[in-house]
């Protein structure tokens, strides 16, 4: 399968602990995107990566969120402090390089729940 | 600040029935515009992509217009099956990112 990936599918933790979400492109995709579903809303863009370049971020992203690139392959969100309100399907999409918007393939999502 | 709304929120049909999905967003500076299916707890599979300069796109039973200028795009799924059952969620591309609207939930009964 060459789709993008996300590890893990699911991860529960106590509120305060850290989490970090794995997320595997389609290997010749350069942009990387990072989103946030609650429930009965859509996707909510979180942050953007060109190669290893971070180039947006969200104002839904806070201090307590981080995201990395570093070889411009995979990319890592990590989320420390976790609380209660951070409970939601974080989903991780890719597309392929050049000008303009390109589509957008999405992977299947790591599902947060904080208690 | 582009919104995106989807109408109607949710919708049930009996199968075979032809039907409709809108999407209305407020800045029409877009360089394209995507429709996506999401089954319960999954994630999103892209069904359509509309370029900003197209008016439509078709795929099997599948066919999506864009009018840029009134802000509108339009899904229309011919001869509905049970598993077309699903949220269906419209997405415009601005400067550098998706907004996607809440979607549409729909359940197409046997």
């Known amino acids: 399968d060459t789709g993008v990936s996300q590890d893990p599918r699911h991860k529960i933790t106590k509120r305060g602990q850290n989490v970090t979400f794995r997320c595997d492109p389609i290997s010749e995709h350069n942009r990387l995107y990072w989103y946030r579903q609650t429930l009965g809303q859509g996707p909510e863009f979180l942050t953007y990566?060109?190669?290893?370049?971070?180039?947006?971020k969200s104002r839904l992203l806070s201090d307590r969120f981080s995201a990395e690139r570093p070889k411009g392959s995979f990319s890592t969100l990590e989320i420390q402090r976790t609380e209660q309100g951070d409970s939601a399907m974080y989903l991780c999409a890719s597309s392929l390089p050049g000008q303009g918007a390109r589509e957008q393939y999405f992977g299947p999502g790591t599902r947060l729940t904080v208690t | 600040k582009q919104e995106v709304t989807q109408i109607p929120a949710a919708l049930s049909v009996p199968e075979g029935e032809n039907l409709v999905l809108n999407c209305s967003f407020t800045?029409?500076?877009?360089?394209?515009l995507q429709w996506f299916r999401q089954d319960p707890g999954k994630g999103l599979t892209s069904l359509l992509l509309?370029?900003?300069?197209?008016r439509e796109q078709t795929s099997g039973r599948l066919n999506a217009s864009l009018d840029k200028s009134s802000g509108r795009s339009t899904l229309y799924i011919a001869a509905s099956q049970p598993g077309d059952s699903a949220t269906y969620l419209c997405?415009?591309?601005?400067?550098?990112?998706?907004?996607f609207g809440k979607g549409t939930m729909l359940l197409v009964s046997p």
């Open positions: 997405a415009v591309f601005g400067y550098s990112t998706l907004t």
């Open positions: 800045d029409s500076a877009i360089y394209n």
């Open positions: 509309i370029q900003s300069s197209q």
């Open positions: 990566f060109q190669n290893e370049a971070q180039l947006e």
